[in-house]
């Protein structure tokens, strides 16, 4: 039984990624069942099934001693301080995946972004992006063996991120829905089960390509995405569209900026991926009954006091 530790492990991408190993079942002789280790804080309820390793990602220590992890699974770390930490915790590494970003990339790179291209700052992502690009490059240096991911936006079941659960609310009361300017800008997006799929598929084949864009081949612009939102819940949006004079953040969910990466070398080890129509059935499904699981924002109260009122 192959020992997976995931960093985190209780809030969204960590806690699906611990969920999913700790309910693996094998599709290939290659493949073996699981067992999920989490280290966290404990501060939020567990996934059913792991083992916890309490302790704070900022000060392992000697937590991670006596483990012998066949794979480690690096979620929720942004800095290369948190990956030295990890790093020196473990005594000794196998199979490493780290979910890094695409926020490495530079907005002034032409797109779609590849692998290949001379990572820097991004002024939409400021030091996020920075950081996880030194977290990389550490990791590398260290363990060159290791998977680096840079993903889109990731979407999906238990995402706490009030991305499109705020589209879902607007569909449930039947609101109009602003939207930023034309709704032309492209949005990639990546279902968080297609990201455990492709770990699968790295750790069962290794191939020699160490760094991969991952997402959805075909970006999708703002007018499509909140059209699915909206037809999962039942209903058809009334779009009002909305000009420059209010920032988009203040009362759309995704920063404006528009951005495609390359997935070329992706779909090449995964050709199909989840279509948005049916990972967004999935995402409303859970939203409906977890509501609470996520950290709303104030759209509402700019769009109603701001935009709505004139």
Known sequence: MRKILVTGGTVFV????AEYYSNFIPEYESEEEAHVYVMNRNTHDQVHGVT???CDKNNIGDKLRGYDFDVVIAVNIYTLDEMKNLLDGLENVRDFVFISSSAVYPE???QPFSEEQECGPNSIWGNYGVNKRKAEEYL?????????LRP?????????LYREGFVFDCALVERPFYIPGDGSMKLQFFHV????????????????????????????DINSFVKECYKVAGMSPDIIRVGREHAQRSYFPFHDYSYVLDVTKMCELMPETMPLSKGLKDSYKWYIANQSAVNKKTYFEYIDNYIAKK
């Open 152 to 160: 889109p936006c990731l979407y999906g079941r238990m995402n706490n």
């Open 140 to 148: 590398i240096s260290r363990v060159p063996q290791a998977y680096i």
């Open 52 to 54: 916890l390793i309490k």
């Open 108 to 110: 002034t790179l032409p």
């Open 14 to 17: 960590s806690r699906y990624i």
């Open 193 to 220: 089960n297609d990201l455990c799929r492709f770990i699968d598929i790295l750790l069962r084949t290794h191939p020699e390509q160490h760094i991969f864009n991952v997402g959805n081949r075909e970006p999708e």
